[in-house]
């Protein structure tokens, strides 16, 4: 029998910033990191207005209310095909007679309330700006394409949700096609239909919940999906779920009634919330947390949502040492940092994030004539490769295509395994994932959905010197260029037989001193001026100007 990991949740709550980290056996397996900014968050809802429309992009621009309008494409202006997810794995069912999963319970509708109550359907004669867009949903059903235009022209109020978070310079991407996660729910306030989470595969416990959720009383026209934690909970937990999802919904429409766009209507839990509601599941063995209100405020979520048994579990730690090097999740998020992670092998996984995609690179570690007739080597390198490189996806938080160069393997039963172990590995990802079986210049192709910039992007700027491309001009291309432009200059009527002097960074006029000395005494003698070389810390590696040594005036040299 195997050993059950231990599962650990250490929370590292400060003023500017949040972090969570996931450990199985002291290995980092999931990190998230939230800081303090007004930047639109994925799942956080907005009443926006449309500021124009892209008929060549089929596009909307909408006004959100941060710094940069929204993406709205034409396609999530119409209702979805009901590919709703679970922070990446929900999948809800049609409508009943469709050709997927019935609706809960033998194909009956959940019970809808019309009597007052908490759950009831807000009164329609106070409903104001919130009935009008719910009207709007309700009739998207109809809407094609080409109605787009003249049903949302400019200055449209729209209800939209957050897809993508804003990345580099382009502003979010928002969607029409509204939920909102609980904990054992997700509710859909413009879609009826009733779904269970594909994570569930007991046909027996699928129709246990089916059955719960036909029991529950949901507004007409709203629908539910139960999420994979929901497995073997009691009715109870349900509803008083669905209770605070209805609340929220209720806050969201009184803020729509009462404010003018743009405003934000909904706000997305803050980490320590979406970490109780998306991560804590019964396999949980400890949840370690820092701060006196962090430790408040997750262990009366805990008893609000999980009980005794997980709240138990909760510790609140008081100790001087940071709990992440307390834990090792320092030392391991240093490696998500680097570009090359080490395998056990004794091989190697580059990572490079580019703006088109993700590039990374596998290598063994071992000269190439060494390997070349040990398939069995290099199968194990590829299979390593793919378990790290599943892991470094996740803790990096990077996304859209990535490109995987595996070591060339010549057994096709070696590159199909290679592929089943990538796909099986990626189905733990908590984002949308495709993969592509390996091609025959030996690349795995796949894709990850992105929510926001990753990890990298988020706590590193660009670098001052190499603006990001990691190069700079060598100190001789700098020598060879300040030679030139010098030859240039002193070829001109007005500079011949006057003094002049070059600054430049002192990594390059040491070049200058030194190999290019004779070099520079030659263009002296050739051209009758005299010249001199100061350095200057403050300038860039590449960057040098001329100066007129009489006045201190910098010149500027017409070409």
């Given at each position: 029998m195997s050993e059950k990991l231990l599962t650990q949740i250490i929370l590292n709550s400060e003023k500017l910033e949040t972090r969570m980290a996931l450990l199985r056996n002291h290995r980092l397996e999931e990190y998230q990191l939230e800081r303090v900014d007004n930047s639109p968050k994925p799942g956080s809802i907005y009443l926006g207005r449309i500021i124009n429309l892209e008929p060549s992009l089929q596009a909307a621009f909408v006004d959100i209310g941060a710094g940069r309008n929204a993406f709205l494409h034409y396609h999530d202006m119409l209702v979805c095909d009901h590919e709703i997810v679970e922070v990446g794995k929900i999948a809800a069912a049609p409508a009943a007679g469709g050709d997927g999963e019935t609706a809960a319970g033998n194909g009956k509708r959940p019970r809808r309330r019309g009597r007052s109550g908490s759950a009831a359907a807000p009164d329609e004669g106070k409903q104001g700006k919130a009935l009008e867009l719910r009207k709007r949903a309700s009739n998207r059903k109809k809407l094609k394409m080409e109605d787009i235009p003249s049903i949302y022209p400019p200055g449209t109020e729209i209800l939209v949700q957050v897809e993508k978070g804003e990345i580099g310079s382009k502003g979010a991407r928002v969607t029409t096609n509204i939920s909102i996660a609980g904990r054992y729910l997700v509710l859909l306030p413009y879609s009826p239909h009733i779904g269970l989470s594909t994570k569930i595969d007991n046909a027996q416990e699928r129709e246990r919940l089916r059955k719960i959720l036909a029991a529950l009383e949901v507004p007409d026209g709203m629908g539910l999906i139960c999420r994979t934690v929901g497995e073997g909970r009691k009715s109870a937990f349900f509803q008083n779920d669905l209770e605070l999802l209805l609340d929220s919904w209720r806050n969201l429409e009184h803020t729509v009634n009462t404010r003018k766009a743009p405003v934000q209507a909904y706000s997305e839990p803050n980490l320590i919330e979406r970490t109780v509601r998306d991560f804590l599941t019964d396999d949980i063995d400890q949840i370690v947390i820092d701060g006196n209100d962090g430790y408040e405020r997750i262990s009366s979520l805990l008893d609000r949502f999980g009980g005794r048994k997980l709240s138990g579990k909760v510790e609140h730690y008081r100790q001087a040492q940071p709990i992440f090097e307390r834990y090792k999740v320092t030392s391991q998020l240093n490696d998500?940092?680097?570009?090359?992670?080490?395998?056990?092998?004794?091989?190697?996984?580059?990572?490079?994030?580019?703006?088109?995609?993700?590039?990374?690179?596998?290598?063994?570690?071992?000269?190439?004539?060494?390997?070349?007739?040990?398939?069995?080597?290099?199968?194990?390198?590829?299979?390593?490769?793919?378990?790290?490189?599943?892991?470094q996806l996740k803790l990096r938080d990077v996304g859209g295509q990535v490109v995987i160069d595996f070591i060339d393997m010549r057994s096709a039963h070696d590159r199909d395994e290679v592929f089943r172990s990538m796909k099986k590995l990626m189905k733990q990802?908590?984002?949308?994932?495709?993969?592509?079986?390996?091609?025959?210049?030996?690349?795995?192709?796949?894709?990850?959905?992105?929510?926001?910039?990753?990890?990298?992007?988020?706590?590193?700027?660009?670098?001052?010197?190499?603006?990001?491309?990691?190069?700079?001009?060598?100190?001789?291309?700098?020598?060879?260029?300040?030679?030139?432009?010098?030859?240039?200059?002193?070829?001109?009527?007005?500079?011949?037989?006057?003094?002049?002097?070059?600054?430049?960074?002192?990594?390059?006029?040491?070049?200058?001193?030194?190999?290019?000395?004779?070099?520079?005494?030659?263009?002296?003698?050739?051209?009758?001026?005299?010249?001199?070389?100061?350095?200057?810390?403050?300038?860039?590696?590449?960057?040098?100007?001329?100066?007129?040594?009489?006045?201190?005036?910098?010149?500027?040299?017409?070409?």
């Open positions: 998500v940092m680097r570009r090359e992670v080490k395998l056990p092998s004794g091989g190697w996984i580059c990572v490079d994030e580019t703006e088109a995609l993700i590039a990374i690179d596998v290598n063994t570690g071992h000269g190439k004539r060494q390997i070349t007739d040990q398939p069995e080597l290099i199968l194990k390198t590829n299979l390593e490769a793919a378990d790290e490189i599943a892991r990802d908590r984002a949308k994932t495709k993969i592509l079986p390996l091609s025959r210049l030996g690349l795995m192709e796949m894709t990850r959905q992105r929510e926001q910039e990753s990890v990298l992007d988020r706590v590193f700027d660009p670098c001052p010197c190499c603006r990001g491309s990691g190069l700079i001009k060598s100190a001789l291309t700098m020598s060879v260029e300040i030679q030139r432009e010098l030859h240039r200059v002193l070829l001109c009527r007005e500079w011949r037989g006057r003094a002049l002097r070059v600054v430049m960074h002192p990594v390059v006029l040491e070049r200058l001193k030194n190999e290019d000395a004779a070099l520079l005494d030659e263009l002296e003698k050739s051209t009758g001026n005299d010249l001199s070389f100061r350095a200057d810390p403050s300038l860039h590696y590449e960057e040098f100007h001329f100066v007129d040594p009489v006045s201190g005036n910098r010149i500027e040299v017409r070409s």
